[in-house]
Protein backbone atom coordinates (compact mmCIF):
# COMPACT_ATOMS: atom_id res chain seq x y z
CA UNK A 1 0.00 0.00 0.00
CA UNK A 2 1.80 3.51 -0.87
CA UNK A 3 1.59 6.78 1.68
CA UNK A 4 -0.35 9.47 0.70
CA UNK A 5 0.36 13.03 1.06
CA UNK A 6 -2.40 15.50 1.38
CA UNK A 7 -1.46 18.96 0.86
CA UNK A 8 -2.30 22.14 -0.73
CA UNK A 9 -0.97 23.26 -3.62
CA UNK A 10 -1.69 26.78 -5.83
CA UNK A 11 -3.25 26.50 -9.00
CA UNK A 12 -0.08 27.42 -10.70
CA UNK A 13 1.58 24.30 -9.04
CA UNK A 14 -1.19 22.23 -9.92
CA UNK A 15 -0.76 22.89 -13.54
CA UNK A 16 3.22 23.35 -13.37
CA UNK A 17 2.90 19.39 -11.77
CA UNK A 18 0.56 17.58 -14.04
CA UNK A 19 2.69 19.40 -17.26
CA UNK A 20 5.91 17.95 -15.65
CA UNK A 21 4.03 14.35 -15.41
CA UNK A 22 2.36 14.45 -18.95
CA UNK A 23 6.62 15.78 -20.09
CA UNK A 24 7.61 12.63 -18.28
CA UNK A 25 5.67 10.34 -20.04
CA UNK A 26 5.62 11.69 -23.88
CA UNK A 27 10.06 11.32 -22.98
CA UNK A 28 9.22 7.57 -21.60
CA UNK A 29 6.65 6.94 -25.10
CA UNK A 30 9.30 8.60 -27.32
CA UNK A 31 12.38 6.67 -26.32
CA UNK A 32 10.70 3.28 -26.41
CA UNK A 33 9.94 3.76 -29.95
CA UNK A 34 13.33 4.84 -30.41
CA UNK A 35 14.54 1.64 -28.64
CA UNK A 36 12.04 -0.15 -30.79
CA UNK A 37 13.45 1.57 -34.24
CA UNK A 38 16.77 0.64 -33.34
CA UNK A 39 15.81 -3.17 -32.84
CA UNK A 40 14.20 -3.44 -36.37
CA UNK A 41 15.11 -6.69 -38.13
CA UNK A 42 17.85 -5.93 -40.75
CA UNK A 43 18.02 -8.22 -43.70
CA UNK A 44 21.06 -8.86 -46.12
CA UNK A 45 20.07 -9.90 -49.55
CA UNK A 46 20.72 -13.31 -49.27
CA UNK A 47 17.75 -13.27 -46.49
CA UNK A 48 15.49 -11.38 -48.51
CA UNK A 49 15.67 -14.04 -51.45
CA UNK A 50 15.02 -16.32 -48.92
CA UNK A 51 12.15 -14.87 -47.68
CA UNK A 52 10.79 -13.90 -51.21
CA UNK A 53 12.24 -17.12 -52.84
CA UNK A 54 13.52 -15.01 -55.47
CA UNK A 55 17.41 -14.67 -57.25
CA UNK A 56 19.84 -12.01 -56.53
CA UNK A 57 19.37 -10.74 -59.42
CA UNK A 58 15.38 -10.36 -59.03
CA UNK A 59 16.38 -8.24 -55.72
CA UNK A 60 18.85 -6.41 -57.81
CA UNK A 61 16.49 -5.01 -60.10
CA UNK A 62 13.73 -4.09 -57.52
CA UNK A 63 16.04 -1.93 -55.91
CA UNK A 64 17.14 -0.55 -59.22
CA UNK A 65 13.22 -0.03 -60.12
CA UNK A 66 12.53 1.72 -56.60
CA UNK A 67 10.54 -1.16 -55.18
CA UNK A 68 12.16 -1.83 -52.31
CA UNK A 69 14.36 0.83 -49.79
CA UNK A 70 17.35 -0.38 -49.34
CA UNK A 71 20.65 1.13 -47.15
CA UNK A 72 24.23 0.59 -48.60
CA UNK A 73 27.00 0.24 -45.50
CA UNK A 74 30.32 -0.39 -46.29
CA UNK A 75 29.17 -1.66 -50.13
CA UNK A 76 26.82 -4.21 -48.57
CA UNK A 77 23.00 -4.15 -48.84
CA UNK A 78 20.77 -4.17 -45.95
CA UNK A 79 17.16 -4.31 -45.96
CA UNK A 80 14.59 -3.37 -43.48
CA UNK A 81 12.36 -6.22 -42.88
CA UNK A 82 8.84 -4.40 -41.94
CA UNK A 83 10.29 -1.46 -45.01
CA UNK A 84 10.23 -4.51 -47.92
CA UNK A 85 7.19 -6.34 -47.11
CA UNK A 86 5.01 -3.14 -47.01
CA UNK A 87 6.16 -1.76 -49.97
CA UNK A 88 6.27 -5.03 -52.02
CA UNK A 89 2.45 -5.03 -50.62
CA UNK A 90 1.78 -1.43 -52.06
CA UNK A 91 3.31 -2.43 -55.45
CA UNK A 92 1.06 -5.77 -55.23
CA UNK A 93 -1.98 -3.65 -54.60
CA UNK A 94 -1.26 -0.92 -56.81
CA UNK A 95 -0.86 -3.86 -60.10
CA UNK A 96 -4.22 -5.63 -59.11
CA UNK A 97 -6.16 -2.20 -59.09
CA UNK A 98 -4.86 -1.40 -63.23
CA UNK A 99 -5.92 -5.02 -64.37
Known amino acids: MENQIITSLTAEELVRTIKDGIKDVLNEKH ?3 SQEEKEEDLLNIED ?3 IFRVSKVTIHKWKKL ?3 PYYKVNRKLYFKKSEVIDSLKDKKRKLEVRR
Do not use: M
Open 31 to 33: TNS
Open 66 to 68: GLI
Open 48 to 50: VQK
